[in-house]
């Protein structure tokens, strides 16, 4: 099973960047397609982007869709969401997480979340 740590939270002012990093361990990183994942207090946890085992498909939440970015690099075992042009509304928990599919990543491992917080 795959373990997952995020870092690169923080605390950034309205129309600022962040770029949230996930390590992985274990040596079948790329076997698993990665996503990220956000919530605020009693809300559910929402998607917010995926990417494929190859790094060749990406999708995301409407809210997020030009503005952020997800990329992974297999050689590293790392996954990467660079997040621009912050809003106040992005802030959140976020959370990686490693699924066998892109489809069924919410059944995946996730990791313990990062803050953001996105100040107006």
């Known amino acids: 099973q795959v373990q997952l740590v995020e870092s690169g939270g923080g605390l950034v002012q309205a129309g600022g960047s962040l770029r949230l990093s996930c390590a992985a361990s274990g040596r079948t990183f790329g076997s698993y397609a990665m996503g990220w994942f956000r919530q605020t207090p009693g809300k559910e946890r929402e998607f917010v982007a995926s990417?494929?085992?190859?790094?060749?498909?990406?999708y995301y939440a409407d809210s997020v869709k030009g503005r952020f970015t997800i990329s992974r690099d297999n050689f590293k075992n790392m996954v990467y969401l660079q997040m621009n042009s912050l809003k106040p509304e992005d802030t959140a928990v976020y959370y990686c997480v490693a699924g066998s599919t892109l489809a069924t990543i919410r059944q995946g491992s996730w990791g313990q979340g990062t803050q953001v917080t996105v100040s107006s």
């Open positions: 990417i494929s085992r190859g790094g060749g498909s990406s």
